[in-house]
C-alpha cells in the first residue's frame, strides 16, 4: 500500500498465462477472460499477445483515495450515458490450467463477452475523455477500474485543462481531491512535450503537502495515472536519507511531492534538479488548512517567495485543495470571534495571494453543510474521565473490524498502547516521534488486518486513504472542527458505511458543544447503546491492566535512573558516594517487590481474559462469548453473525 522505498518501480505478475488469456480486474478480484484464437495466428502474434497480456497485469495500485459516487444535487457539464454492465467471468487455477480445450460453443460465448466489454470501455473512455482528459491517461485510469470521475473530478478538469484556469477546490475527504489536480498537471505535461515546450527530466511539477504519509500516498495515485506515460516522480520528506534524496533528483523527476521544511531545506542546498524554478509549470499545494498551521506556514512561504521571485508565475497554473478550506463557524460568519480564527484567516488570504493565483481563480466547493459525507454516522458516549478506559475496552470487544483511534497527545497513545497490549487487543501506534519507516510499516499491518487497532495522532488524520475502516474513535474531543471532519473523513468513504463515536468527559464538553455549533448541528450527536451490566465485568480486567502498567513504568524509570548514576560516574572516572550506593540498593530492593507484585497482577489478569464472559444483549437474551481473549481475527470469526456497531444504533434509534 505504501512504497518503502520510492525508487522501487512496479513489477508486473510474474505468472505466464497463455496467450489468448488476458487479466481483468473489478470489484477488488480478479479474473481471466479467454481471448478467441484465429486459426491463422502465428507465433509472432503469440508472443506479441503474451507481452500485452504482462503489460496489463501490472500490480494493482488501487488502494488509496476510492472514489465516492455523483451526488445528486451537483449539476454536471457532461452528459451521462447509459453504461451496459458486462458480463464477467471467474476462473479457478484448475479451469485455467485446461482452458485451452474449451469447445467452439464456449469460444462463441466469451466473443459475446468481449463485444460488451468493448462497449463498455467505449462508453467509459468517452465519459472522460469529454473531460479532455488525454488518451494514455484514460487507458491508465480505465485499467484501474476508475470508470466514471468523481465530483470534484467533473467539476475541475474541464476548467483546468481546457481553460487553463488557476483552482482553488473544497470537497469532502475521500472525493478525489488528488487525481482532481494531479490529472490536469499530467495531461498539460503530456501536451508541453508535444509542443517541445518541455523536456524529460525537467522539473516543472510541485506538489507540497503537510505529511510524509499523504507525500507517498499523492505519488501513488500520480503512478495511477501516468502508468503509459514516460514521467517520473519523486517523493521528499523529512526523515530520508541524504544518499536517497540525492539518488531520487539523479533520476531528474518531473514531478516532485514533498513537505514544505524538507522542500525548504533543498532549495538552500542548491539542488542542481531544482535550482531553476523558471521552468516551474505546475504548483499544488494540498491540505491547504493544515499548511496555514503553526509549523508549516514559514517555509512555505518562504517557498512560494522563491518560486514567484521571477516571471514565470504568469504561466503557471496553480491548485490549492482542502476538505475544510470554506469551513466557517456560525460566529465567524457575523463577527471577528477569536483572535486564532482571525490569524488562520489571514494566513489563507496572505497563502493565497503568495501563491500567486489568478485575479480570478476558479472556486469549486462541494463540502456538505454538515461537513461530513452522508454515509457517515456520528455517535458520542459521555463518560467520567476516569472511566474512558472502560468504555473503550467495551466497544473494541464487542464491536470487532478495523478502528482508527485517536487521541490528542503521544502521551495518551503510550499508556492506551500499554493497556490495551496487556488486555490482548495489539494496538499499533502511529505519532511525529516515530521513525518514518516504522510508521509505515505500522499504516501496511493495520491496513492488512481486516479487525486492526490503530492508535494515532492527528498526523494520521489529514489525507490518509486506508481502505475499509469502520470505526472512528475519538477518545479524547479533538481540539477543532476541522480536525473532527478530518478524522471522521478516514471512514465511510467511497460509499461505505462508517461509525465515528467521540467519548465525551466532563472536562471535553465545552469542546464538543463547539464542534456542534460550527457544524450546524441542531441537536446533540446521538448516544451509543452502552450495556451497563456489561461494564461491570470488564471493569475489572481493565483496572489490572491499568495497575499492571503503572508498576512497569515505574520499575523501568527506576531502572534508567541508576543506569544513567552509574554510567555518569564510569564517564567521569570517578566512584559513587556512599550514601547514593545506599539508595541505590534500597531502591533495588524496592524495585524487586514492586516486580514481584506486577507478576502476581499478570497472572491474575491472564486468567480473567482466559474466562468466557456472560452478558446480556440490547435483545435480553443471555448469551455467552469468550471474547476478551485471544486474536481480535478469532473474535470476529466467533462473532460475524452478531450485532455490529451500526446495527446496534438503528436498532436503539
Given at each position: ?17 497463455a ?24 507465433q ?30 451537483i ?21 485455467r ?10 469460444n ?41 470521475p ?17 483552482i ?152 490549492i ?40 481563480p ?18 458520542r458516549?459521555?463518560c ?76 494520521a488524520a489529514?489525507?490518509l ?6 470505526h ?38 465545552f ?8 457544524l ?53 572516572d ?7 550506593e ?55 470469526s ?5 450485532t ?10
Open positions: 500500500m505504501f512504497d518503502h522505498d520510492d525508487d522501487d518501480n512496479d513489477d508486473g505478475d510474474d505468472l505466464d498465462m496467450p489468448n488469456f488476458e487479466k481483468m480486474r473489478g470489484m477488488g478480484f480478479i479474473c481471466w477472460r479467454e481471448i478467441p484464437a484465429t486459426n491463422g495466428e502465428d509472432e502474434d503469440k508472443q506479441l499477445s503474451k507481452k500485452k497480456t504482462k503489460l496489463k497485469n501490472t500490480k494493482d495500485k488501487r488502494k488509496l483515495d476510492e472514489i465516492e459516487p455523483d451526488e445528486q444535487e449539476v454536471t457539464p457532461v452528459k451521462k450515458a447509459k453504461k451496459k454492465k458486462p458480463k464477467k467471468k471467474t476462473r479457478s487455477n484448475q479451469t490450467a485446461t482452458s485451452t480445450l474449451q469447445t467452439a460453443d464456449e462463441k460465448n466469451e466473443e459475446v463477452d468481449t463485444t460488451a466489454n468493448a462497449d463498455s470501455f467505449d462508453i467509459d473512455k468517452k465519459v472522460w475523455s469529454d473531460l479532455h482528459v488525454s488518451d494514455d491517461i484514460i487507458r491508465s485510469l480505465l485499467e484501474q477500474n476508475f470508470s466514471e468523481t465530483p470534484i473530478q467533473r467539476l475541475t478538469l474541464p476548467i483546468a485543462i481546457r481553460d487553463h484556469q488557476d482553488i477546490g473544497a470537497a469532502e475527504t475521500g472525493s478525489g481531491k488528488t487525481l482532481a489536480f494531479a490529472i490536469p498537471i499530467l495531461t498539460h505535461m503530456s501536451t508541453l512535450l508535444e509542443n517541445n515546450e518541455m523536456s524529460y527530466g525537467q522539473f516543472t511539477s510541485l506538489i507540497l503537502t503537510p505529511t510524509r504519509e499523504l507525500a507517498v500516498q499523492i505519488k501513488s495515485h500520480i503512478q495511477i495515472a501516468c502508468r503509459y506515460t514516460k514521467f517520473k516522480t519523486a517523493v521528499i520528506v523529512g526523515g530520508m536519507s541524504t544518499q536517497k534524496q540525492e539518488r531520487l533528483l539523479a533520476q531528474k523527476p518531473e514531478i516532485i511531492v514533498a513537505t514544505p521544511g524538507r522542500f525548504w531545506e533543498l532549495l538552500q542546498e542548491n539542488n542542481e534538479h531544482t535550482m531553476d524554478m523558471s521552468k516551474l509549470r505546475f504548483l499544488a499545494i494540498d491540505e491547504t488548512d493544515r499548511m496555514i498551521e503553526k509549523g508549516h506556514f514559514e517555509e512555505l512561504e518562504k517557498i512560494l517567495k522563491l518560486i514567484n521571485s521571477d516571471d514565470s508565475n504568469q504561466s503557471r497554473q496553480k491548485f485543495f482542502s476538505a475544510t478550506l470554506m469551513l466557517q463557524s456560525s460566529d465567524d460568519k457575523q463577527k471577528k470571534k477569536t483572535k486564532k480564527k482571525n490569524d488562520n484567516q489571514d494566513k489563507l488570504a496572505t497563502l493565497i495571494s503568495a501563491v500567486g493565483m489568478s485575479a480570478k476558479k472556486i469549486i466547493d462541494l463540502t456538505k453543510k454538515f461537513g461530513t459525507v452522508e454515509t457517515l454516522t456520528e455517535a458516549v459521555n467520567p474521565l476516569e472511566e474512558k478506559d472502560i468504555y473503550l475496552y467495551y466497544f473494541l470487544s464487542l464491536y470487532p473490524g478495523r478502528t482508527l483511534l485517536f487521541t490528542n497527545s503521544i502521551d495518551c497513545i503510550k499508556r492506551l498502547q500499554s493497556i490495551l497490549t496487556l488486555l490482548k487487543r495489539n494496538p499499533l501506534p502511529l505519532h511525529a516521534q516515530m521513525e518514518q519507516k516504522q510508521r509505515l510499516n505500522n499504516l501496511e499491518r493495520f491496513s492488512s488486518s481486516e479487525n486492526g487497532l490503530l492508535i494515532a495522532t492527528d498526523v489529514r489525507g486513504d486506508i481502505p475499509n475502516i469502520k472512528i474513535i475519538h477518545y479524547q474531543v479533538p481540539r477543532s472542527t476541522e480536525l473532527y471532519i478530518h478524522r471522521s473523513g478516514r471512514t465511510a468513504r467511497a460509499d461505505r458505511q462508517g461509525l465515528s463515536i467521540m467519548f465525551i468527559c466532563p472536562e471535553e464538553v469542546l464538543y458543544r463547539k464542534i456542534i455549533k460550527t450546524n448541528r441542531d441537536e446533540d450527536l446521538q448516544a451509543f447503546p452502552i450495556d451497563i451490566t456489561y461494564l461491570a465485568n470488564l471493569k475489572q480486567r481493565v483496572r489490572l491492566a491499568s495497575d499492571i502498567s503503572r508498576l512497569h513504568h515505574q520499575v523501568a524509570k527506576v531502572t534508567h535512573e541508576a543506569s544513567w548514576y552509574h554510567k555518569a560516574a564510569k564517564e567521569l570517578i566512584e559513587l558516594d556512599d550514601n547514593i545506599d539508595i541505590e540498593k534500597a531502591r533495588s530492593a524496592n524495585t524487586k517487590e514492586v516486580q514481584k507484585k506486577e507478576m502476581q497482577l499478570r497472572n491474575e489478569l491472564d486468567l480473567l481474559l482466559k474466562q468466557p464472559l456472560k452478558y446480556t444483549s440490547s435483545l435480553n437474551v443471555s448469551r455467552s462469548y469468550p471474547l476478551l481473549f485471544g486474536d481480535p481475527d478469532q473474535l470476529a466467533r462473532r460475524k453473525n452478531d455490529t456497531a451500526l446495527d446496534e444504533l438503528k436498532h436503539r434509534s
